[in-house]
């Protein structure tokens, strides 16, 4: 497990964590921001709903300053295992990862997703 790394994410959630971003980042249901420096930008401003990380990002120690922002903003976070699923996901050319992405705003349709994923999110972070 990464250093950035504060809990492991079970499969199934990892699944319904790519759908939701699917949702968001390909067909709209919502506003994404894809890469590290602009995650850690919306988490500062506490604008950030919901982050999403990688877990093979390397060197992992450039994503440790996000979920202490999380935490201090109270803003949920999850991990996948994946920067390229994650990138292919959020709508990025095919190819392209991102090491983390930000979920601004969810519309009608992804609404009860997101919902889930926030509820897997805080459980498994021990909130």
């Known amino acids: 497990m990464s250093v950035h790394v504060d809990f492991e994410t079970p499969e199934k959630v990892q ?9 968001i980042g390909r067909d709209g249901k919502g506003r994404l921001k894809k890469g590290m420096n ?10 950030a ?3 999403v990380m990688a877990e093979n990002v390397n060197p992992g120690e450039m994503l ?19 920067q390229g699923f994650l990138g292919e996901a959020a709508g990025m050319p095919i190819g392209r990862a991102t090491a983390a992405i930000a ?8 609404d009860e997703d ?14």
Do not use: H, W
């Open 15 to 23: 699944q319904q964590v790519y759908e939701l971003v699917k949702k």
């Open 38 to 47: 602009e995650v850690i930008k919306v988490t500062e401003r506490g604008d």
């Open 103 to 110: 979920v601004l705003n969810v519309e009608k349709g992804a």
């Open 114 to 127: 997101f919902k889930g994923v926030v509820a897997s999110a805080t459980e498994l972070a021990g909130n």
């Open 64 to 82: 440790m300053p996000i979920p202490m922002i999380c935490k201090e903003r109270g803003i949920p976070f999850i991990y996948v295992a994946d």
């Open 49 to 51: 709903k919901l982050v």
